[in-house]
C-alpha cells in the first residue's frame, strides 16, 4: 500500500550510532515521525539529545529488554534495525554477548513486531557475510566462509528475513560495505580506518597500514545510506525480489590509494610532510583482502546508486576536521 512519509511512524533502532543518527535525522527531516531506541553502549548520549531536540521520541534502553522494545515499539508502522554488537574482533573475544544482541534479540523484536501486526522492516547486515569468498565484485547470491561470529550473526539474522518474507512481511536486509562519513567515532571498538586515518593525518601523526596496504574496500557514504534505509522505511513496495541486497558504490579502494587520496588532500590544503608517508604494522587477524559491492541487483530493483563521490566525502572530513568549513 502507498504510505505517505508524512504518516509514516518510524523506529530506528540504534538511532543514537553512527548510522542510525544519520538514518534518524534525515526521517525527521522527510517527516516521519520518529523514535529511536538506543542502550548508548556505542551510541552517544549527544546524538540522543539532539534527535529529541529535533522532534523524535527516544527510548534509552536494550533491544534484549522487552519493556525497552515495548516501550519503542509504541504506536510504530515501519521498524530500521540498526542495534547490534557491531565490532568484528569483540564478536572474535565474546560470541556469546554478539549472537544475545544481535540474533536473539532481533528474534524477539521480530515477535514482537508480528504481535503488533507490524511487517515492514529494514534491517542492517553487512558485507561481511561474504567472508572468504573468491570474485570480485560480490554478487549478493556468492559467498565464502564466514570468518567471524559477527558475520554468522548477519547471516542468521537474513535467514530471518527471509522467513519473515516468506510469511508476508515487507522485510528486507541491507548488506553494508565499508560505511564512512561524518559522525563516526575515530575511536572505540565500532571506528573505522576512515576516521582514525583522517584524525591521525589532520594532527600530523603517520598512518599505520596493517598488513600492506592492497587490500581493498568499498567506502560508501553514509548520506546514501541513510537515504535509502529512510526510503525503504516509507515508500510503497513493489516488493523486491530479493530478501537481500548489497549497499556500497561498485569501486574498491586499496589502503594504500586511501591514504594517497587523503595526502593529495591534505597538501591542497597546505599540510605537508612526513607524517603524509604511512607506517607499515602487521596484518590484523581476520581481515578479508578485498571487497567490493555489486550494484547490479540494488540499482535494477530499487533504482539506487551511490551519490557522493570518496574524494568528496573524504575533502569533507578534512574541511571539517581541519575547521575549514564544509
Ligand atoms: P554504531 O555502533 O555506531 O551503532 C550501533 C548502535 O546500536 C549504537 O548506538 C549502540 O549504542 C546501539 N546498540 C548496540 N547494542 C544495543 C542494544 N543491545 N540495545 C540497544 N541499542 C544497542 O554502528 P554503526 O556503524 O552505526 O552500525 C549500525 C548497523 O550497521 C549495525 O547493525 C552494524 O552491524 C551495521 N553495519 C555497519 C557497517 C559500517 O561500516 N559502519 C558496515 C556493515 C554493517
Ligand atoms: C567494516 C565494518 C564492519 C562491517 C564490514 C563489512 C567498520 C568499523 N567495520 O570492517 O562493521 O561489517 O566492514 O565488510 O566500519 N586498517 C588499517 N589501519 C588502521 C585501521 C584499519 O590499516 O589504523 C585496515 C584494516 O586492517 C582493514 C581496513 O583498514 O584492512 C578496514 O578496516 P575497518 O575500517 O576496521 O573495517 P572492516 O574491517 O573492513
Partial sequence: MPRNPETVKTLVTG??????????????ESGHEVTVLDDLSTGLRSRFDALEAAGARVVLGDVRDANARASA????????????QGSVPRSMEDPEATMDVNVHATDRL?????????????????????????????????????????ADSKWANEQAVLRRRQQGWEAIALRFFNVYGPGQRSEGPNTGVIPIFVKKMCAKEAPTLFGGGSQ???????????????????????HPPRAVYNVGTGKQTSLLELVQTLAAALR???????????LMGPARSGDLDHSMADLAAITADLGWRPTVSLDDGLGELIDARLGHGV
Fill in 216 to 238: 581493498t574496500r568499498d567506502f560508501v557514504h553514509v548520506d546514501d545510506v541513510a537515504r535509502l534505509l529512510v526510503r525503504l522505511a516509507s515508500d510503497a513496495w513493489s
Fill in 15 to 28: 538511532g543514537a550510532g553512527f548510522i542510525g543518527a544519520r538514518c534518524a535525522a534525515l526521517a525527521l
Fill in 110 to 150: 521480530l515477535e514482537d513486531m508480528e504481535e503488533r501486526g507490524l511487517y515492514r522492516l529494514v534491517l542492517a547486515s553487512s558485507a561481511a557475510v561474504y567472508g572468504d569468498v573468491d570474485g570480485l565484485p560480490h554478487t549478493e547470491d556468492l559467498v565464502g566462509a564466514r570468518q567471524s561470529p559477527y
Fill in 73 to 84: 515499539l509504541e504506536g510504530v508502522d515501519a521498524v530500521i534495525h540498526l542495534a547490534a
Fill in 268 to 278: 591542497a590544503r597546505g599540510l605537508k610532510g612526513d607524517h603524509l608517508i604511512p
